[in-house]
């Protein structure tokens, strides 16, 4: 147990005092004297110590100290380990990935579709029980696969803690609400194959994985090469135990990508993920007639207009910093009319300067909680580096830096390696001819722009094609309401944000943001299984139409 990491799922750590920041690049090293008592690593919370606790809980999946694959129910030490693999946390190394070959691929396709012929057939009280008992043993060492999350993706405690909580509570509601969401179903032909990013391993990627196992399917995933794994490993290998029909393998998309994406035998395919990878997988996709749903980006947008609940919105937009905006459902950029400008720059600049960052493991004393920040690390260096080239890119064209914030503002340990650390940023009119207008950053820039008019306003939030969510600031609402008829996001909220959504809440996109069956409740329940009426038609984004639900 991490002693420093013991909190409720109600309530978050407590926040430590601060000491100095660091300069960029590493950690601050002033002499003592000068500087507040340097901070330390909590004890129990090292690599050393979730890896090892990792494999206590499930040594049938770490092996030698390396992860393995798993297929046909055996973990298997094939695959070569991804060479230096780093922490974003603090570049320490961690256990990469075990890289598999195409052949190995479809030999572990073959084996989940043998698995899937004999589980489709297992009775829903027997799945219903299997899986109940998976999800007792997730919760029974849910802070291990939260501090691997820490290490492996840069979650601050807390949040980690909520990603793993989001995937034992949402599979318990699926396993109370499962019985009317399969009345005349059955499972697909073949098991679900899912391709996921790195932000979400739990309350995304496990949690369909279990939802789709409840539904009569096997299901294989391919880890997110760039963090995830060794929790992944830990999960699926409780749930493996109790007999669950659960594939794991580990390798590059495009070696895998004709055994994990156009593999006949597959009866759906799952991805999460950017939308040039999305692309490639939907144009490999296109003329197999598969079962699909591909969740990619949006630049996910907040209107302001002819609004004055200042103090509102500035609990949203410091929310909204959350994981550095590493998130699907994340907001950055904000249309503000041009006559509320300098009442948004009050409400916002005081909110920005207030985001707390840094190392999420970093405690001045041993008895002390761990901190409760809003972000630690970008996922790595290249991607803090990619950020920072961005943001200096729509500087360089015109955009004005309204706020940039110091990694000297971060907590961080003495002589630490901050190199994928971004902190704060916003800059206001990045130019169109930048990636910043028209691209979500995937870090903690938020842009801005004012507008003039109700059409601009529109216009400017449906920059990027199609988004998961959107939101307006109105104090009218009914007239917010009108407005958000003229968005392209498929979530809108007025005075409050869009989420993905939990238990029966669809999720799903509009435009390019997502392709193929929505997801959440019954919707999931049913893209991954077959109704009596062969011309059924889910809600999703297809090719030849467009059917949304109630949102």
């Known amino acids: 147990m991490v002693t420093a ?40 919370t090292t690599w050393a110590d979730a890896f090892a606790r990792a494999g206590d809980a499930a040594p049938e999946a770490f092996g030698d100290g390396r992860l393995l694959n798993l297929w046909g129910g055996h973990w298997r030490g094939t695959g070569i380990p991804l060479a230096h693999s780093a922490s974003p946390v603090d570049g320490s190394p961690i256990a990469g990935p075990p890289m598999i070959q195409l052949d190995e691929a479809r030999e572990a396709i073959g084996a989940a579709c043998e698995e899937h012929q004999r589980w489709r057939d297992v009775p829903l009280v027997e799945r219903r029980a299997r899986v109940t008992a998976a999800v007792d043993a997730l919760d029974a060492h849910r802070d291990t696969l939260a501090l691997l999350l820490v290490w492996e993706i840069g979650k601050p405690w807390r949040l980690a803690r909520t990603d793993v909580d989001r995937a034992i509570d949402g599979v318990r509601w699926y396993l109370d609400e499962i019985d009317p969401m399969l009345a005349e179903r059955a499972p697909l032909p073949g098991p679900v194959s899912n391709i996921a990013s790195w932000n979400y391993p739990m309350s995304v990627l496990m949690h369909a994985m279990l939802v789709q196992v409840l539904a009569g399917n096997a299901a294989i995933a391919k880890t997110p090469t760039d963090g995830g794994a060794a929790c992944l490993t830990l999960a699926c290998a409780l749930a493996r135990r109790e007999g669950l029909p659960l594939s794991l393998v580990s390798g590059p998309g495009s ?3 004709s055994a994990l994406v156009r593999a006949p035998e597959i009866g759906a395919l799952a991805f999460v993920g ?34 004055s609940q200042w103090d509102l919105l500035a609990g949203h937009v410091r929310k909204g910093f959350e994981y550095a905006k590493q998130r699907c459902t994340a907001y950055p950029r904000y249309v ?6 300098d009442e948004f720059l009050k409400m916002y600049l005081p909110v920005v300067e207030s985001v707390r960052f840094g190392h999420p493991l970093a405690v001045g004393g041993d008895d002390e909680p761990l901190p409760d920040l809003d972000f630690g690390p970008l996922i790595n260096a290249v991607k803090a580096a990619e950020l920072a080239g961005r943001v200096e890119e729509a500087i360089a064209k015109g955009g004005v830096p309204l706020y940039r914030g110091s990694l000297a503002d971060g907590r961080f340990l003495p002589g630490q390696d901050t190199s994928a650390y971004a902190a704060p940023t916003a800059i206001l009119s990045p130019p169109a ?21 109700e059409a601009e306003l529109l216009a400017a939030m449906n920059a990027s094609n199609g988004a998961l969510v959107a939101s307006l600031a109105c104090d009218d609402e009914d007239k917010a309401r009108r ?12 005075n409050r944000p869009r989420s993905r959504g939990d238990r029966a809440e669809p999720f799903g996109g509009r435009g390019a943001s997502w392709k193929g069956a929505f997801v959440g409740g019954e919707h999931l329940v049913h893209a991954v299984t077959v109704g009596p009426d062969p011309d059924e038609r889910l809600y999703g984004n297809f090719p030849s139409y467009s059917l949304y639900p109630e949102t």
């Open 5 to 44: 990491a013991r909190t409720s799922r109600a309530t978050g750590a407590s926040d430590p005092a601060v000491s100095d920041g660091p300069a960029a690049g590493t950690a601050d090293e002033r002499p003592a004297a000068s500087r507040a008592p340097a901070l330390r690593l909590a004890p129990g």
């Open 255 to 257: 070696r895998l990508s």
């Open 274 to 307: 950017g939308r040039s990878a999305g692309g490639q997988v939907a144009a490999a996709l296109c003329d197999t007639g598969k079962r699909h749903f591909l969740e990619q980006e949006g630049l996910n947008a907040w209107g302001v207009w002819e609004f």
């Open 336 to 341: 503000v009319q041009r006559q509320l400008f």
């Open 433 to 453: 001819s930048c990636a910043l207008h028209h691209a979500e950053p995937f870090g903690p820039v938020d842009t801005i722009v004012v507008v003039d008019s």
């Open 483 to 494: 407005m958000s008829a003229e968005l392209a996001a498929f979530k809108i909220g007025v």
